[in-house]
């Protein structure tokens, strides 16, 4: 078997443990092959004057064997004293939680931003990050422009307002009606340096089960992604995030419904079916099956819960 080139898009946490499996089955099955992940960048933040990207940084920290497995972001080992001592001088936000690791991540992050853009950045950190991936490996940011995700909410009594959308996930845990999903910056952002070709020349493209509203949702949205997706002669293949009409992980049944639509594997292969051309379902979904073949998809199904090393290999195997 020869190398493939192979690219993916990716969220957060789901995204990442798919990676694995991704670089897995390449490492035992392709060998010379070479992985580029597109990573969302639309729900960084600034905290504490810090430049925060939660979905980058799980990927390199997951990728690099420094993740909290249980959390699946965040730097396993952690300890709390810097936010800590901010909570004692009455900064807020404490609702979102950096340790002291992890913090240093972002400390490098911001420092380098000040003369370098956030790809650059990023290809300094998966440096110490994914030098030791079995398949060679790097993280592009889907755009060095800025782009946030805001939700706009209505609170009991008050005027519907848009809030960040980390606020509404982890403060509100996603139960403030949202009323819509906006990405700010958007139209104006570009593919990051090294993003459309990745795609243009790609084996195969590969969509992980994130989250389709604020992980790949972003990704897809940035001007020029679409087009280049669905002109790359690679397939597309995606992992349904949805398994028996519920996420797999997190709270994408929230997004989906604010979207006005169905929190089913067959309706998140219709918000991709411009650029798809294989979808995976679960068991439980076979019968999705013939809906996802009449948007003009080969769909397949198969378990996909990703339990461990051997079962996210196998479904990471299938969808390359
Ligand atoms: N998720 C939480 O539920 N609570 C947190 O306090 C939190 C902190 C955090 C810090 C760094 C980081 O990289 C990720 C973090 N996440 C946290 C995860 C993150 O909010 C989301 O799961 C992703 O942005 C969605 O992909």
Known sequence: MTGLQ?????????????????????????????????????????LYGLHVSPDLDTVLYTLGGGVHDDQGWGRADETFAVQSELAVYGVEPQWFTLGDRDMATHIVRTQMLGGYSLSQVTEALSRRWLASVPV???????????????????????????????????????????????????????PAPGVLDAIASADVVLLPPSNPVVSIGPILSVPGMRRALATTSAPVVGVSPIIGGAPVRGMADACLATIGVDVTAAAVAGLYADV?????????????????????????????????????RAIAGAAI
Do not use: Y
């Open 6 to 46: 192979v690219t993916a898009l990716a969220g957060g946490v789901g995204a990442a443990r798919f990676l694995c499996g991704v670089v897995a089955a390449l490492a035992e099955d392709h060998p010379g092959s070479e992985l580029t992940i597109i990573g969302n960048t639309a729900d960084d933040l600034r």
């Open 276 to 312: 798809l051309d294989g979808w995976l379902v679960d068991d439980v979904d076979a019968d999705a099956t013939d809906d996802v073949a009449a948007l003009g998809i080969a769909a397949r199904s198969m378990p996909l819960l990703m339990r461990d090393e051997t079962s996210t």
């Open 136 to 190: 060679p490996t790097r993280l592009l940011p889907m755009s060095d422009d800025r782009v946030e995700t805001h939700v706009v909410v209505r609170e009991p009594l008050g005027p519907p307002h848009a809030i960040h959308f980390q606020e509404w996930w982890v403060r509100h845990q996603a139960q403030l009606p949202a009323e819509k999903i906006v990405l700010v910056g958007i139209e104006q952002a570009r």
